[in-house]
């Protein structure tokens, strides 16, 4: 038996598991503080966060929170691990694009083309936690803190409590600690939803033993500003979201961080993701516009039609 709870947090759906039941309300305050901690120290939506003291600080040294600290180095070696493909500072180019509030209060407005500045320009003394960004830079660390944040949780909440545990913060998931009989049952598809709720596409169901799952979708956070249909996925070399052949990648991988890092990487990779992917050794699906799937690193080939 299990018991699950949802909400909404960080813009985005949560959803908690657990195989003891009453560990959920214990397992629930935990997340809920950790996600509380996590808005106020990387949210580039809040004025009073870190993340936007830093863009006010005009390229002079900051002094962060242990938090952001680590949640900015995992952001760092993902852009190292990718070559520059998952890039924090690409938070202006997402403001251009009118990506400036939580999604569901996106208005409409002209588009504006604004340079990335680059992950090479962010300084981070993680012994002294200081931390350097280029004036007027706005760090956006969407592509790997919320599955960091899972991955932290899930941990933690499996520890303190002896429970198996699924964390999903927005489908980028991470179980930790018993599982449950024939493994976690997770449907994979092109937007996050409830497992009650009929898919609107085609979806795959996997069974997860231990790690983490994250899909990166050009499907899922579309809007349209000034007469373009725009997404969230930015190359962060052209400041713009990127043109790929893929509507979905989703990714199975030790951390929902690999897993993050990795499917955001190949859909900016395009034609060269699989390639990318297989040589990562991780596991994932990659779906075409036109609704084709390719597999990687043995992904089971069930396929559901909506």
């Given amino acids: ?49 870190e993340v936007c003291a830093l863009a006010r600080a005009e390229g002079q040294p900051v002094r962060v929170s ?38 569901d209060d996106l208005v409409d407005g002209l588009v504006v083309r604004a340079p990335v500045a680059g992950w090479q320009q962010v300084e981070l003394d993680r012994a002294r936690r200081m931390v350097t960004v280029p004036p007027g830079v706005l ?9 960091w944040a899972a991955d932290r949780a899930a941990t ?23 599982v449950p009989d024939g493994g976690w049952q997770i449907r994979v598809q092109d937007r996050v939803g409830r497992p009650q709720d009929t898919p609107t596409a085609p979806t795959t169901t996997i069974s997860l033993h231990g790690g983490g799952l994250a899909s ?28 790929t052949p893929w509507r979905t990648v989703s990714v199975a991988a030790r951390t929902a961080t ?25 596991t994932a699906r990659l779906v075409a516009r036109d609704g084709r799937t390719t597999l990687v690193g043995g992904w089971p080939a069930q396929e559901v039609a909506a």
């Fill in 156 to 178: 933690r909440i499996s520890a303190v409590l002896g429970t198996g545990v699924l964390v999903s913060l927005g489908g980028d998931i991470r179980v930790a600690g018993p």
């Fill in 66 to 103: 242990p938090l952001l600290a680590e949640a900015l180095a995992v952001a760092l070696d993902a852009a190292r691990l990718t070559d520059g493909d998952v890039d924090p500072t690409v938070g202006n180019a997402l403001v251009g694009l009118g990506y400036d509030r939580d999604f």
């Fill in 216 to 243: 990166s979708s050009t499907r899922a956070r579309r809007w349209v500003r000034d007469g373009v249909e725009l997404h969230h996925v930015v190359d962060p070399r052209l400041g713009f979201p990127a043109w």
């Fill in 258 to 282: 690999l897993a993050n890092t990795a499917s955001t990487a190949a859909v900016i990779r395009a034609e060269r993701a699989p390639a990318y992917l297989t040589g990562l050794g991780v």
């Fill in 1 to 49: 038996m299990v018991a699950a709870a949802d909400w909404t947090a960080l813009g985005t759906l949560v959803r908690l598991v657990v195989t003891e039941d009453a560990a959920l309300p214990s397992a629930r305050h935990l997340l809920e503080a950790d996600l509380a901690a996590l808005d106020a120290a990387c949210s580039r939506f809040r004025p009073d966060s």
């Fill in 139 to 147: 760090l956006d660390l969407g592509a790997t803190a919320k599955a």
